[in-house]
T-cell receptor, first 117, second 118 residues
Framework: DAGVIQSPRHEVTEMGQEVTLRCKPI?????LFWYRQTMMRGLELLIY????????DSGMPEDRFSAKMPNASFSTLKIQPSEPRDSAVYFCASSLKGVGKSNQPQHFGDGTRLSIL | AQSVAQPEDQVNVAEGNPLTVKCTYSVSGNPYLFWYVQYPNRGLQFLLK??????LVKGSYGFEAEFNKSQTSFHLKKPSALVSDSALYFCAVRDGGNYGGSQGNLIFGKGTKLSVKP
C-alpha cells in the first residue's frame, strides 16, 4: 500500500522566494496534519484538516505560512516569503478520524527537507 | 492541558541488553498513548499504542510498553536490543475523552535518541 507521499524531498531556495510543499495522504484517510521538525523545537504541529476543512491552525507560525486541502487526496503548505529561520524538515501525516476512531495512529510521510539560504 | 515528557535526551545500551525509554504524560481524561520511531531521513513510524485493557502492550520489532496509571507513565521496553534499533523514539498522548478540535490531536514528546552499540 502506498503511504503518505510528500514532494519534493529536498528544497533549497533563497530567502524571499515562495516555497510550496505537497502532500498526498493515504487513500481513505480523512485527517491530515502538517508538522515541522527542528533540532531546537522538536516536532511541532502546524495545522490539521478534518474532511478537507482546517480545524486547528494555531501552530502556524506566521501569516507567511498557509495551507490548503482542495480535495481528499492533496494538500499544500506554502511559505511566502520564505526566511532562513523556516529551514526545517516538514512532515505530512494522515489518519482515519471519526466517532470511535480517535485511537487510530497517524501515518507520516518521509518529509521535505527545506533549506532557505 | 495535555503534555508528555521524555526525560532522557539519549539512552545508550549495549547490544543484547534490555532497553527502556521513558515517557510520562498528563491528560485530563483517559489517555491514549503511542510510541513512534524515526530513522534518519525518514518520517515517524508507528510502533504501538495503548487505548484500554491490558497494561502491557506489544508492538512492532519486539518492542513493548507498560502503561502505569498511578505513575502516569508509558515506558518503552525491549528485552534484547539490536544495533538496528538505534533511532529517535517519540512518545505521544491524546486525551481519550476528546477527539474533536485541537484536543483530539497527538501531543509528542521531544524524542529520545537510542544508541545501541555492538
Amino acid at each position: 500500500d502506498a503511504g503518505v507521499i510528500q514532494s519534493p524531498r529536498h528544497e533549497v531556495t533563497e530567502m524571499g522566494q515562495e516555497v510550496t510543499l505537497r502532500c498526498k495522504p493515504i487513500s481513505g484517510h480523512n485527517s491530515l496534519f502538517w508538522y515541522r521538525q527542528t533540532m531546537m523545537r522538536g516536532l511541532e504541529l502546524l495545522i490539521y484538516f478534518n474532511n478537507n476543512v482546517p480545524i486547528d491552525d494555531s501552530g502556524m507560525p506566521e501569516d507567511r505560512f498557509s495551507a490548503k486541502m482542495p480535495n481528499a487526496s492533496f494538500s499544500t503548505l506554502k511559505i511566502q516569503p520564505s526566511e532562513p529561520r523556516d529551514s526545517a524538515v516538514y512532515f505530512c501525516a494522515s489518519s482515519l478520524k471519526g466517532v470511535g476512531k480517535s485511537n487510530q495512529p497517524q501515518h507520516f510521510g518521509d518529509g521535505t527537507r527545506l533549506s532557505i539560504l | 492541558a495535555q503534555s508528555v515528557a521524555q526525560p532522557e535526551d539519549q539512552v545508550n545500551v549495549a547490544e543484547g541488553n534490555p532497553l527502556t525509554v521513558k515517557c510520562t504524560y498528563s491528560v485530563s481524561g483517559n489517555p491514549y498513548l503511542f510510541w513512534y520511531v524515526q530513522y534518519p531521513n525518514r518520517g515517524l513510524q508507528f510502533l504501538l499504542k495503548y487505548i484500554t485493557g491490558d497494561n502491557l502492550v506489544k508492538g512492532s520489532y519486539g518492542f513493548e510498553a507498560e502503561f502505569n496509571k498511578s505513575q502516569t507513565s508509558f515506558h518503552l521496553k525491549k528485552p534484547s536490543a539490536l544495533v538496528s534499533d538505534s533511532a529517535l523514539y517519540f512518545c505521544a498522548v491524546r486525551d481519550g475523552g476528546n477527539y474533536g478540535g485541537s484536543q483530539g490531536n497527538l501531543i509528542f514528546g521531544k524524542g529520545t535518541k537510542l544508541s545501541v552499540k555492538p
